[in-house]
């Protein structure tokens, strides 16, 4: 068995939530944050039987887009306050991030 983790951005959770569940996968999203960004957005457990996880794969890549996103960076040095201005760098964010873990053992009890 596998766990499929993605991170993906929060505009997609509900298309990847009704594409997963419309093809009958059980999962847990929690709402996360974006180390990089600082921003909101979704990260999904998926336990799936190992053949399944390239159809999770798939799912989520037709679900999730990629997006273009500023973020505003300071320059490295110290300046008096008020005088620095960020320069807007510009990253592609999403579909989505994907680590698929083996699972040692699941359990319903
Ligand atoms: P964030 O950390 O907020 O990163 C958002 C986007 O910023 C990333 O998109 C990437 O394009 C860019 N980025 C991240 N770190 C960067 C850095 N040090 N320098 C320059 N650009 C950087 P994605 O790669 O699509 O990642 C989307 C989200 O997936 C991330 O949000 C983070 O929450 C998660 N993620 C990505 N890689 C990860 C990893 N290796 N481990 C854990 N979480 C990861």
Do not use: H, W
Not at 23 to 49: D, I, M, Q, W, Y
Not at 70 to 84: A, Q, S
Request: glycine share 8%.
């Amino acid at each position: 068995m596998k766990l499929v983790i993605a991170v993906i951005q929060d505009k997609d959770r509900r298309r990847a939530t009704d594409a997963l569940l419309e093809k009958g996968f059980k999962f847990t999203n929690v709402a996360s944050t974006g180390g990089f960004l600082r921003e909101g957005n979704v990260t999904f457990f998926v336990g799936v039987e190992d053949d399944q996880v390239d159809k999770v794969m798939e799912v989520l890549s037709a679900s999730c887009k990629a997006r273009e996103q500023f973020v505003n960076v300071f320059p490295p040095t110290i300046e008096p306050i008020g005088t620095c201005i960020p320069s807007p760098v510009r990253v592609m964010v999403g579909g989505a991030t994907v680590f698929v873990i083996s699972v040692d053992k699941y359990a319903r009890i």
